[in-house]
């Protein structure tokens, strides 16, 4: 409810329009019932001694029930029970005035009876209803003649009509523009012959041609069509609908997922989309309760992920943010997007190698994080495997550079994000992404001995779609250049999700570790859902650009790179599994050596990093992670 102090002159205008609303079906009921007659000419003179009392209450009844600060422009149903709420406790008044109060005290019978209050309670509805949903109406049909006004494209909407009402509200509010809905095409069989916010139904996904054949025997030619979310299902065939969308020469878009509240937005539909499993329910409410008002850092910020990291935790209302980043274009990228979103957050950049310990650990001293994100890393298989004294620098000792800093500051957090590549790792990659976890599983569990509140975790995922690297973006240049696409292996397999989903899962992950009981375990693991056969996605991508594979483009097979397997597993064999009670995330409790032991590797890396000893530098790591088999030479 909104406070009294914060009423506007738009809101005392609907209270004195509700105060004439309810004299006038006061007044009328008496007339209406009474026919003007002498019994309502003796009635009068109490009537207006009571009216004013009876008026002043009514500007609390429908400020307590929000009709005060309701905006006449969103009136829905919601806002049409609480005006019945209002009429039913108002005429209840009455009743309680003429049974207890007033008519036997006064005229030894009913003042009011029941016909009036009856007719009062209906007139009172319809008074306080008319002109809201009058001027509701009038600004329906006022966006809709300006959407024709603009040139809007005639649009088919795709999926069920759940989703489609979505889309219609963000139309006729003016949030979407320039696209006129003149049919829904669902998958389901009880939205057929319906009409949606007076948009038809036309038919099934399937029936795409047969509409668009009868819209332009009409005239009235098809332009575009936007994909719900329903659209995107299996039982949906979206690669289908696609293929025969691109035929018909639609502009095809989509309507992303509004479970986060934002505002419907048309976005150009990618092939990231027709991988997408059901995403995992996030809780928002419990992101923003973590981050909100915090100072956060987040290393390796202008990545994908890491960039995706600062846009969901300035949208979950951190009060400051530092991006830590090594690269120029990357760091300047990342500050240029949020300032063109206007964030509310103080936003810093600062170029720093996590590999500079003293840099590192000066600059977080100096901001004092309250949570630290840790998604700085080298990340690419093959080239790790032929540097691994570059993996080693980064990967182990750049994170052990940002745990310490984090613990120095006195962060209430430090996540790093792993891979599921540490799992009982075969490439350089995993394994100094396992030792990392290692050292933060470490020191973790020595605050924990010693009572601290601070947590370091690290949580683990697949590849994320789209992201720099991924062959998503890969095979999409080597499709427009006319192939081939080029796969390592045919039963390669690979899990799959989105930036935004892995990023809010990682930040979930954190309330977890920070909860009110300390939990035991510090490494967490992401449920990525079904894993995707890469072939399979190279010969989805070649159809959805219009072409066949094996005919216009070829798939070549170019055998696996080192340090590659051909699937990627959630959990080792030796490592228990625990369900922490979170959708889409699971914890993993692997084995933790001791810090002193931690070290000791540390210090021998180091040396044989000194004298660049390839040899010297995996029979360390292998004692570290025995698991390890890397089939690097």
């Not at 760091?331 to 590192?360: F, K, M, N, S």
């Not at 933060?440 to 690297?469: E, P, T, Y």
């Not at 799959?496 to 920070?514: G, K, N, P, Q, S």
Request: net charge neutral; proline share 5%.
């Amino acid at each position: 409810m909104t406070r009294l102090t914060h009423l506007t002159l738009r809101n005392y205008l609907i209270a004195l329009h509700d105060v004439a609303a309810t004299a006038f079906a006061f007044v009328a009921a008496f007339y209406l019932r009474f026919e003007g007659g002498e019994q309502f000419v003796e009635r009068l003179p109490l009537m207006l001694r009571i009216l004013p009392y009876f008026l002043a209450l009514s500007v609390v009844v429908c400020y307590l029930f929000n009709l005060t600060t309701t905006k006449w422009r969103f009136i829905s149903l919601p806002d049409a029970l609480n005006i019945l709420r209002a009429a039913t406790l108002l005429a209840t008044a009455l009743l309680v005035l003429d049974y207890i109060l007033v008519a036997p005290n006064v005229h030894g019978t009913f003042f009011f009876g029941k016909v009036t209050i009856v007719l009062y309670w209906f007139l009172e509805i319809t008074s306080l209803s008319a002109l809201r949903f009058a001027y509701r109406y009038f600004r329906y049909t006022r966006v809709r003649l300006h959407a024709r006004a603009e040139d809007a494209s005639p649009t088919l909407l795709v999926g069920r009509t759940a989703d489609a009402e979505v889309l219609l509200r963000g139309i006729e509010s003016g949030a979407v523009k320039r696209i006129w809905p003149i049919g829904v095409l669902s998958p389901s069989l009880a939205d057929r012959g319906q009409l949606i916010r007076n948009v038809p139904v036309l038919g099934n996904i399937d029936d795409v041609e047969d509409v668009a054949a009868d819209f332009a025997r009409r005239n009235k030619p098809i332009a575009r069509a936007v994909m719900l979310p329903s659209a995107f299902e299996a039982e949906a065939h979206p690669e289908t609908f696609l293929m025969r969308a691109k035929r018909l020469r639609l502009i095809v878009s989509r309507l992303p997922s509004l479970e986060s509240g934002e505002t419907p937005r048309l976005a150009p539909v990618a092939v990231e989309d027709l991988l997408l499993r059901p995403s995992s329910t996030i809780d928002y409410a419990r992101l923003e309760a973590l981050v909100n008002g915090k100072s956060v850092i987040v290393t390796g910020g202008g990545g994908s992920i890491g960039a995706e990291v600062c846009q969901r935790v300035v949208a979950f209302g951190a009060a400051r943010l530092l991006i830590i980043e090594n690269s120029e274009p990357a760091l300047y990228a990342i500050t240029e997007v949020l300032a063109a979103q206007h964030v509310e957050a103080e936003v810093d950049g600062r170029i720093a190698d996590i590999r500079d310990r003293e840099r590192i650990l000066r600059l977080t001293a100096e901001f004092k994080p309250d949570l630290v994100f840790h998604a700085a890393a080298l990340k690419h298989v093959p080239i790790l495997e032929r540097d691994w004294s570059e993996g080693v620098k980064t990967n182990i000792f750049g994170s052990v550079n940002v745990a310490d800093a984090a613990f120095a500051a006195g962060a209430e957090a430090m996540v790093m994000i792993s891979t599921d590549k540490a799992i009982e790792p075969v490439s350089m990659l995993g394994l100094t992404k396992r030792f990392a976890e290692m050292y933060c599983q470490a020191l973790d569990h020595d605050l924990a001995q010693a009572r601290k509140r601070m947590r370091l975790i690290s949580v683990r995922f697949g590849n994320v779609l789209a992201s720099n690297g991924s062959v998503v973006p890969k095979f999409k240049a080597q499709i427009e250049a006319g192939g081939p696409v080029t796969v390592t292996h045919p039963e390669m397999v690979r899990y799959f999700m989105t930036i935004r989903e892995a990023c809010d899962l990682v930040i979930t992950a954190a309330t977890h570790a920070l909860g009110a009981l300390r939990p035991s375990v510090s490494v967490y693991v992401l449920n990525m859902g079904q894993p995707v056969k890469i072939v399979d996605l190279a010969e989805r991508m070649i159809r959805l650009s219009g072409l066949q594979p094996g005919e216009d483009i070829e798939i070549v097979f170019t055998g696996m790179r080192p340090g590659e397997r051909l699937n990627e597993i959630l959990f080792a064999s030796e490592e228990p599994a625990v369900d922490i009670g979170l959708a889409g995330i699971m914890a993993a409790k692997p084995n933790e050596p001791p810090m002193q032991a931690l070290k000791n590797w540390m210090g021998a890396l180091r040396q044989a990093i000194e004298k660049d000893d390839p040899a010297t530098i995996k029979a360390i790591l292998k004692d570290a992670v025995p698991e390890f088999g890397s089939n690097a030479a």
